[in-house]
């Protein structure tokens, strides 16, 4: 089976993450940094804040299960605002992340809850913005095989990447729904765009799971693009626990479809 993790970055670069997404052709494809347009909307629409003034896909969940569509499409929003076209009406808009699951495999039980905060209905709100989780179990029929997957868009700190109380309460919030869904033993992959630097206590925190870290052992130095300008350069990571077979895992930095690298792994079990 192929696995894939990105963050999105709103589809920003859609150009080239159209072509991408079914060349690519993932059986799992988990993306971070995803709308999702509750209302008839523009193509384009610009979220604006105080430090940021980003285009935006206005329903990049819609393009991409257009993109993808013998696959099966789950969305898990964390908060929902308004975004502007150049025009200067607002639309309503929901943000989050999603997963795309290929038609013939199985989706045989999932969850979805938050790591940090609640669904927020009423506008972006203050840093740190809540962050949802998404874990499933899919079985592959034609084998039997089947395997538990989670990801999640880890805590943005305007400080930087460094370890704080809310990322340790993320990481527990994490691990305790996972044990809670995993059976013991059972195969796992926990991946996303975490925001952490690779010395995080968070990965102690999770080590009761008893992962590999493919970023650490594949010598990966780099999840972020030329489309990202400041100095760290870590932010993504793929764990996989041993029962995963790993065929190939890689960080590809083209093409650029996103201000992060894709991480894509072929495995079996």
Known sequence: MRFVSLNAWGGQVWSALQDWVPEVAPDILCLQEVTRAPVPSPDWLRYVD?????????DLFGDISALLPDHQAYFAPATRGTLHDDAGPAFASEHGQAVWVARHLAVTEQWQGF??????PDGWGPEPVSRTMQIMRVCNPASGGQVVFAHFHGLRDPSGKGDIPARAAQA??????????????????LAGDFNLQPDSQTFEIWAPLGLRNLIIDHGVTDTRTSLYSKPGRFADYLLASPAIKVDRFCVPDRPEVSDHRPLLLDFSL
Request: aromatic share 6%.
């Open 50 to 58: 105080p430090n940021r003034d980003l285009d935006q896909r206005a």
């Open 115 to 120: 790591v940090h905060g609640q669904f927020r």
């Open 172 to 189: 527990r919030a994490a691990l305790d729904a996972v044990l809670a869904f995993r059976q013991p033993e059972e195969p796992l992959i």
